[in-house]
């Protein structure tokens, strides 16, 4: 009798899986959902919120107030309008709503730099102003104040300008300056600036500092509207007028002008001292004449 082997194929054989919908399986995945760009502008200044306050706070625990950086020495470089204690008030105290303390510590990045600064520039006579801390406990200011030039006499006010043409309050040592005249009925306010003749007159005695062009001007007469009238030191009289005097801001072309002409003036003021009266206000630079 023959032996034959059990058939097992059907039994282990493999079942096959039913194929599976594709667009079933699409709709039962679940998506991952994409941010839209104003929730990433939300979380960027979400971050930038959290990374600024701890900047502050840093700032505020680690230098601020900070016992290892107390102000120590305050270095102040100054002039004549603003005094030390004024500047040492305005930082150690600048509300002034209590009396000065020094015994108070001051810390130094407690001051409010920039206020200083600001308010420091209210001054009309302050041209710039230069505040510096150096660790671990100095704080430098320096102030550059505006040099006068040229003395106005407005009313019953003595002021003073500058070769911008910025008006300030008098200050001492001045009275050797020449004297700008001619404002009468024309407001003259600390804090502004001239135009007209007298930013004419501030660029004559501008360029009178030059050694070469050293015209002893005692005053300058504003009051006429096509010429200045000088007086020297020696009472002369000099009537002077140049292309582009009246600018806004004098170009460099009326600067050569104006210097071409006092050059020139100069020269024939020399060559005639007896000379009391001379004419300058002709065009032609090579014109200048004295009628008596």
Do not use: C
Request: net charge positive.
């Amino acid at each position: 009798m023959a032996w034959h082997w059990p058939s097992f194929t059907s039994s282990f054989r493999r079942r096959r899986r039913k194929p599976v919908d594709a667009e079933w399986l699409h709709a039962n995945v679940p998506r991952r959902r994409e941010s839209t760009g104003r929730e990433r502008w939300i979380m960027a200044g979400v971050l930038s919120a959290l990374l600024l306050t701890a900047a502050g706070l840093f700032y505020y625990f680690h230098f601020r107030h900070n016992p290892q950086f107390l102000l120590r020495d305050l270095s102040i470089v100054s002039g004549e309008m603003v005094s030390d204690g004024l500047i040492r008030g305005l930082i150690l105290n600048p509300n002034f709503k209590e009396s000065f303390n020094t015994t108070k510590p001051v810390f130094l990045f407690g001051p409010d730099i920039e206020e200083v600064h600001e308010r420091l520039l209210q001054y009309p006579g302050i041209r710039s102003v230069t505040i510096t801390r150096r660790l671990p406990s100095r704080l430098d200011v320096r102030i550059v104040e505006r040099e006068p030039i040229g003395r106005i006499r407005s009313k019953n006010d003595e002021l003073v300008v500058d070769a911008d043409g910025m008006v300030f309050p008098r200050n001492a040592g001045v009275d050797h300056l020449p004297r700008i005249d001619g404002f009468e009925g024309i407001p003259v306010q600390t804090g502004g600036r001239l135009d007209g003749m007298g930013l004419a007159a501030v660029h004559l005695l501008a360029a009178i500092q030059r050694p070469d062009m050293a015209l002893p001007v005692a005053a300058v007469d504003v009051s006429h509207t096509d010429y200045l009238n000088l007086t020297l030191r020696d009472h002369r009289q000099v009537r002077l007028w140049w292309k582009g005097m009246d600018a806004p801001n004098g170009s460099d072309e009326a600067r050569e002008t104006l210097s071409r002409r006092l050059k020139r003036l100069l020269q024939a003021m020399a060559l005639a001292p007896q000379r009391q009266v001379w004419d300058a206000t002709v065009p032609d630079d090579n014109r200048i004449f004295s009628p008596y």
